[in-house]
C-alpha cells in the first residue's frame, strides 16, 4: 500500500474524528444553554415595582432581602477599607 493511500485514509480518519467532537461540543452548548434558561425561569426572584416609578426591589420575604445580612455584609466592607487603606 503507497504511502498517500496511507495519509489520504488516515486523513479522513482525522477528518471524521474531528467532526463528531466538533458535533458533539456543539450539542453540549445548546444543551447547556437550555439548562441555564429553564434554571433562571424557576429561580427568578420575585420583583416589586416601586408606586413612584423607580427601580423594582426584592420583595421582603425573599432571602436576598434579608437586612441582617446586608449589615454584615456593609460592616465587613467597611473594615476592610478601614484596614486596606
Known sequence: M??????LAGSKLM???MGI???FLVVLVF???A??????????????EQPDGGLPVLQQG????????VAVITAAV???RA???
Open 62 to 69: 425573599h432571602p436576598s432581602a434579608r437586612g441582617d445580612l
Open 35 to 48: 439548562m441555564s434558561r429553564f434554571a433562571m425561569a424557576l429561580q427568578k426572584p420575585e420583583l416589586e
Open 83 to 85: 484596614t486596606h487603606n
Open 15 to 17: 477528518a471524521l474524528g
Open 78 to 80: 467597611t473594615r476592610y
Open 21 to 23: 467532537v466538533f458535533s
Open 2 to 7: 503507497p504511502i498517500s493511500d496511507l495519509l
Open 31 to 33: 444543551v447547556m444553554l
